[in-house]
């Protein structure tokens, strides 16, 4: 393994970067040459890559975003996209690649190994919505971020005795809602994993602690679900407590990684080189507990994962 390549695709995620910096550094450091692949797989396609040093990836760490940029790639997907991406791989001469991202550019990475180009991926989305990993690069930063968020919404919706319904990302699941919801002291937490009913689930959860009372009142809702607009109209209506949605919408998905989210995408990005160097390919790293491990891409595609309903009803209990 002399020539390696690393690409960053799908919605961005925090910690990203803390991932590419270990990629080039382990590369270099093992004699590697690294090439740094812009937007995802548009910039293999269309060979838009340059080749990093230990220097190109200095002060990263600490930084949002994506310095290599990132897509969502429809041409990629066809077979005529990804001959492309072959043809850019021979021509170029990358023994493999580092594909970070979530489980869609996973599926790129499979396809690619399996005509020929050795892969490895790394779990980075804030959704942590990947099957084999417990945790996925991004996802500790972007709770943190709603913990700030609704925090300061908080402080408002206290002052004028309102609800406030507060949307998450998180796409079809309720990750990021189930967690920041409970560091948020959420009063109910609505997730597409489990079914909801308005009435039971947000009114008359309000009308009690009402009783008790409560004044004020912020109801997590994950994308997954959405509709909040429509939802703070009937929260008002049924109670009468003045109700606002806010959708915390990009804001999640950028700013500063937290430690957590620096020191794992620093772990697994220096693994994926390992994995390559050690000559396995279409691999993908994760997370189990504390452990990172890694699993065959057919297999890691094939694994799911469920949401903690214990955590849901503690979060319940505790929220009245
Ligand atoms: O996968 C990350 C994510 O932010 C999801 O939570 C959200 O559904 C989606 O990406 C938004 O995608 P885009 O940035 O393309 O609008």
Do not use: W
């Amino acid at each position: 393994m002399k020539k390696i390549g690393v690409l960053t695709s799908g919605g961005d995620a925090p910690g990203m970067n803390a991932a590419i910096r270990a990629v080039v550094r382990y590369g270099c450091e093992h004699d590697m040459e690294v090439y740094g692949i812009l937007r995802g797989y548009n910039g293999l396609m269309q060979g838009d890559m340059y080749q990093m040093n230990l220097r190109s990836v200095s002060n990263i760490i600490n930084r949002g975003g994506t310095i290599l940029y990132s897509a969502r790639s429809e041409e990629f997907k066809t077979e005529a996209g990804m001959q492309k991406a072959i043809a850019v791989c021979k021509e170029v001469g990358l023994d493999g690649i580092v594909v970070i991202g979530g489980d869609g550019s996973f599926k790129g990475a499979r396809d690619l190994s399996l005509r020929g180009i050795p892969c490895i991926g790394v779990p980075g989305t804030i959704d942590n919505d990947i099957g084999c990993c417990d945790y996925t690069i991004g996802y500790d930063t972007a709770m943190n971020t709603v913990r700030e968020m609704v925090d300061r919404l908080r402080d408002t919706t206290e002052s004028h005795d309102r609800c406030s319904v507060v949307e998450v990302m998180g796409r079809k699941a309720g990750y990021i809602a189930l967690y920041a919801g409970i560091a948020c002291g959420a009063t109910t937490i609505l997730i597409p994993e489990l079914e909801y009913d308005l009435q039971r689930d947000v009114i008359d959860r309000m009308r009690k602690t009402q009783k008790t009372g409560k004044k004020h009142f912020i109801i997590v809702v994950a994308e997954g679900i959405g509709k909040v607009d429509e939802m703070a109209k009937k929260i008002q209506d049924y109670t009468g407590v003045e109700t606002r949605a806010t959708v915390l919408g990009h804001v999640q998905r950028g700013g500063t990684p937290t430690v957590r989210d620096r020191v794992n995408a620093s772990l697994m990005g220096a693994r994926a080189v390992q994995l390559l160097q050690e000559g396995k390919s279409n691999r993908v790293v994760a997370m189990k507990k504390d452990d990172i491990v890694d699993y065959d891409i057919f297999d890691a595609l094939n694994m799911t994962k469920t949401l903690d309903i214990d955590l849901y009803q503690i979060a319940h209990d505790i929220s009245i």
